[in-house]
């Protein structure tokens, strides 16, 4: 079955920009989303279609997909930023989640 | 507005059935496939099922599969997880949530529904 893999934690300084990689096979051929979930709270939609902000997103929210791995970057990180953000792809008919990485505003 | 709630969560014994609904409100659901995503505690998303929308059309992740049964109701704006031989690991908060299609986004999701498989 598809795997989308990203690292458990990022840590980033306010102000600075944060990076967040999610890898599977061949990823730049599907479409990815990006979700960010804070404790206790349902997952937001923050990226679609690879680069995509629904409205009400901030501008400093943009991501990318190119060959096996998608980035979610965060420009001028702040504090209200730190979340769980989620990747997910679709596999034929069927979706996949990445792990999961904790965003750690320092 | 757009809403989606669950309902139906609770404690059931290993082995047991649940059934859990989504009730949705603010858009055309007849439009939408529709999902359940769920989150056992202190972990990651976990896609469970989807279906599509006349509800010929249905998905499993492979640890749910022959367990669990996804089904909706058009005329009710409601989707449904039947969830039969429960076992301790099926023990997340279960989302529901929609998407225009195969390889549409989750734009939507619902508050969630405990489920807790315990003796």
């Known amino acids: 079955s598809y795997e989308l893999t990203q690292p458990p934690s990022v840590s980033v300084s306010p102000g600075q920009t944060a990076s967040i990689p999610c890898s599977g096979d061949?990823?730049?051929?599907?479409?990815v989303c990006w979700y960010q979930q804070k404790p206790g709270q349902s997952p937001i939609l923050i990226i679609y279609?690879?680069?995509k902000r629904p409205s009400g997103i901030p501008e400093r929210f943009s991501g990318s997909n190119s060959g096996n791995t998608a980035t979610l970057t965060i420009s001028g990180t702040q504090a209200m930023d730190e979340a769980e953000y989620y990747c997910?792809?679709?596999?034929?008919?069927?979706?996949?989640f990445g792990g999961g990485t904790k965003l750690t505003v320092l | 507005e757009v809403q989606l709630v669950e309902s139906g969560g609770g404690l059931v014994q290993p082995g047991g059935s649940l059934r859990l609904s989504c009730a949705a409100s603010?858009?055309?659901?007849?439009?939408?496939?529709m999902h359940w995503v769920r989150q056992a505690p202190g972990k990651g998303l976990v896609w469970v099922s989807r279906?599509?929308?006349?509800?010929?059309?249905?998905s499993y992740v492979d640890s749910v599969k022959g367990r669990l049964t996804i089904s909706r109701d058009n005329a009710k704006n409601t989707v449904y997880l039947q969830m039969n031989s429960l076992r301790a690991e099926d023990t997340a908060v279960y989302y529901c949530?929609?998407?225009?299609?195969?390889?549409?986004?989750?734009?939507?999701w619902g508050r969630g529904t405990l489920v807790t498989v315990s003796s």
């Open positions: 603010g858009f055309t659901f007849s439009t939408y496939w």
């Open positions: 279609q690879d680069y």
């Open positions: 949530t929609r998407s225009i299609g195969a390889a549409g986004n989750f734009d939507y």
């Open positions: 061949k990823l730049g051929d599907k479409n």
């Open positions: 997910q792809a679709w596999d034929t008919s069927t979706v996949v």
């Open positions: 279906i599509n929308v006349p509800g010929s059309s249905t």
